[in-house]
């Protein structure tokens, strides 16, 4: 099938052209003609399928015949971010080259003033983030009474934000006879109830299966052992990723904002060309930065999951995963920033022994392990070996063996150490690992351990045994805590 069957204006199919597309994709190929004869969608689709164009060439061919009145758009595109949402403009603007549709983009972070002008003049389509369009609205700057399209993209998103209540309310003033397209990336029970009462006899459209990744992005696990809030470490072993791939350009996910700020200033300081994005950061800011990543004036872009949600970067070589995310669905979501319309990518995620649950929940979703990745500077932790149940005498010899160098760039030992200097910011207690975090464990030998700690009230020790002691017991909850780490990672894969 080509473009030119799917009963697309010759004005589109050359646009359609001139952007380089060759034959429809498959949500393309199979949305096009039915939003054409008018019916509502329900397209589960991930990103990087073509979803966009899916809905916008249609639209343009509808459009194209009638005019929009002062504050009263014809058409409505609600997306969760202001990102996207700029996306799908940018896609308006490509397709609709050869149109001559007016368009205003509603977005927080940029000037309401001008915004209202725009609007004032009358707009074909209006692509809006929910909170803003809401704003305008209750100012009486929008009349949405004409709306005969309306288009919710990534829903699934807008509820994992909150925005459901918000896009309720925005369906209410909108008129009952309209077309609407709904677009998901997956079709929870939820996301289902909620389409239903959005849509009038959808045709119900799905590219793949709920969820699933895509087959070109190759992915990978690096397990890091050391302690959640352990940023050096983490830090580290994603230098080590990244220089173990050939990365054209990447983007890192971190959960928290917090994170995106440090994981940047350090890769800056390191020699990376990275920039920073995340929700904090002020609109024109974010657009520079994505302008910049886009253009390849800057490698790495390290950002939060909102900033990055439905970003377009063509031909995107890596996504890395600082953290594993806490919803399972934003795994697929991210890894799906690469592998994009055919192109290979490659997804690289660390994760640590306290994310055992997010990774057994990706792990169900995606219905796939994933391949660990064993770097020589970085070894995952079930390379790990037990050392002999020698007790003391090998933890003596041990403790001497095992203590880091200092200056020493590459660690191979489980519990990492950051040798590098540090990137000026110190969490917890910094580059200093205390040595009963670095001494060997021995794992079968808690019989004795056990025995060792029942005599030990009953016999009057002097103070320095006692510290002795001390520092025994305290070893011992480690080596379970080792031991049901492993056994817990092996589940979780499985
Ligand atoms: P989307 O899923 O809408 O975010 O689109 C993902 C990427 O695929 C974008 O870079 C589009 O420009 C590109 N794309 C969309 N449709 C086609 C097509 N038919 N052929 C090639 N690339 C496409």
Do not use: W
């Not at 725009?118 to 389509?125: E, P, S």
């Not at 350009?249 to 200033?265: E, L, S």
């Not at 351990?449 to 020790?461: D, H, I, L, V």
């Amino acid at each position: 099938m080509n473009f030119a069957d799917l009963g697309l204006s010759d004005e589109l199919l050359s646009a359609v052209s001139d952007a380089g597309y060759e034959t429809p994709t498959p949500i393309q190929a199979q949305a096009i003609p039915q939003v054409l004869m008018g019916r509502d969608i329900m397209g589960c689709a991930q990103t990087g399928t073509g979803k966009t164009a899916s809905f916008t060439l249609p639209m343009i061919d509808i459009l194209a015949s009638g005019r929009a009145r002062a504050r009263m758009p014809r058409s409505l595109i609600l997306a969760p971010t202001r990102e996207l949402a700029a996306q799908v403009a940018q896609n308006f603007e490509t397709y609709g080259k050869n149109s001559k549709l007016s368009m205003a983009l509603l977005i927080g972070g940029t000037s309401m003033g001008d915004q209202m002008k725009i609007i004032d003049r009358g707009v074909d389509v209006l692509i809006a983030t929910p909170g803003r369009l809401l704003d305008l609205f209750e100012r009486g700057s929008l009349i949405l009474r004409d709306v005969k399209i309306l288009v919710i993209d990534e829903a699934d998103r807008m509820m994992d934000m909150g925005f459901i209540p918000d896009v309720e309310k925005i369906v209410s003033l909108l008129p009952q006879i309209r077309q609407t397209l709904f677009f998901s990336a997956t079709m929870a029970t939820e996301i289902k109830k909620l389409a239903d009462k959005f849509l009038m006899n959808p045709k119900e459209i799905s590219v793949s299966k709920p969820a699933t990744t895509a087959e070109t992005v190759r992915q990978g696990l690096m397990m890091v052992d050391c302690k959640p809030h352990d940023g050096k470490t983490k830090r580290t072993a994603l230098r080590a990723l990244i220089d173990s791939e050939d990365v054209k350009n990447a983007i890192v996910f971190c959960n928290r904002k917090r994170d995106v700020g440090i994981v940047y200033r350090s890769l800056n300081k390191h020699g990376y060309n990275a920039g920073q994005m995340h929700g904090d950061m002020v609109q024109s800011a974010r657009m520079e930065t994505l302008d910049k990543f886009k253009n390849g004036e800057i490698t790495i872009l390290v950002c939060s999951d909102v900033a990055a949600r439905g970003l377009d970067v063509p031909a995107l070589s890596h996504v890395f995963n600082y953290d594993l995310p806490s919803h399972a669905d934003d795994y697929v979501h991210r890894i799906g920033r690469t592998g994009r319309a055919g192109k290979d990518g490659t997804a690289l995620s660390l994760t640590t022994p306290s994310e055992k649950k997010q990774l057994a929940a990706i792990v169900k979703l995606i219905g796939n392990k994933i391949p660990p990745v064993k770097l020589d500077a970085v070894q995952p932790v079930e390379e790990k070996k037990a050392p002999a149940p020698k007790r003391e005498k090998e933890r003596e010899n041990t403790r001497t063996r095992e203590r880091p160098q200092r200056g020493a760039r590459k660690t191979t030992d489980a519990v990492m150490v950051q040798e590098e200097p540090a990137d000026g910011v110190i969490i917890g207690m910094g580059a200093h690992t205390p040595a009963f975090l670095l001494r060997p464990v021995v794992l079968d030998c808690s019989a004795s351990a056990q025995s060792e700690e029942k005599s030990a009230p009953r016999k009057k020790a002097p103070a320095k045994k006692t510290t002795r002691r001390a520092s025994t017991a305290k070893a011992k909850p480690r080596a379970k805590k080792k031991t049901e780490t492993t056994t817990e990672e092996k589940t979780a894969q499985e």
